[in-house]
C-alpha cells in the first residue's frame, strides 16, 4: 500500500476524485493527503476507487469531516465545527441528514418518508410528510401555511401552487411581521400577499419598508416598485440616507443562499425612479 502520496500526484477524472484514480498510471491502493494553512486530510483508495475512512482535521487538531467510502460513493459523512461541536451527518442506508447550528440545536432531519426542521430556538417550524403533505409553523407552534405533496416520475417535492395550498389567513395577518424573520418563509408569503386586495397589500408592503430588519426593508421596496404601490413612496424617501446593505442569508438546511446587490439607499433609489414611469 503506497502511503504519503499527496492528492496532487493522482490522476483523477473530471467526474470524481474516488473514482478511476491512477498513480503512474496503475490504479492507486494507498493513503493520499493534501495540507494547507485551513486543514490536513487524507484519503483512502483501493483499486483505483475511494474506499474506507477518509477525513480532514483543523489546525486545531479537530477533526472537521470524517467520512466512509464505498467504491468511490460516500455511504456515512460527519461534520464538525471547529469548537467540536457536530454540523452535518449524512447515512446512505438507512438513509438519515441532520444538520445543527453552532449551539448544538438540531435544525434539519430528513430520512425517505419525512423531513423536519426547526427554527435556531429549537421550535419546530416545518414537517414535510412525503407523499402526504408539508406544514409550516409559526414559531408559537401555529400552523401558517399547508402544501398537499405534489409528485412526479417518482419524486417527492413541495409545489407553490395556491390550488394546493392552505393558508392559515387570520393567523399570518396577524404574524407576518414575525413570520418573515425567518426567509425560508418569503416564498409562502408572496402567494398569500398576492391573494389581499390592494389596499390591504399597500399595508403589509409599507410595514415592512418601516421595518428595522434589513431585509425587511429591501423585500418591502422591491415590492413597492414591482406593484406599484405609490402610497409607499414617503417611506421609500426616508430610506434615501440608509447605507446599509442586509446580511447574506442561508436557508434553514444550509442548501441555499441569498445576497443583496445593493444597500438600502441605493435600492430606494432605484425603486423611486421605476414609481415615477
Known sequence: MDKNILIDDLETSEESMFINVTYKGIPFTGIAYEDSEYRHSEYSYLNGFGQGRCFSVYPNGQLEVEFILEKGETVEETNWYKSGIKKYYYREEPNIIQRWNEESILLVEADNALKKCWYPN?????????????????EDGEFAVKIKASTSNGADYVVLDKNIMTFNGSYINTHYMDLLQDRDFYKYFIIWLDDLEKPKQEEVICNMIKSDILWHKYDGINLASQRKIHKAIPYIKLEIGNNEKPPDIRSVDGTSGLGFAHTIAQRSEIALKELKK
Not at 123 to 138: D, H
Open 122 to 138: 429549537g421550535r419546530l417550524k416545518s414537517v414535510f410528510e412525503k407523499k402526504k403533505e408539508f406544514t409550516y409553523y409559526g
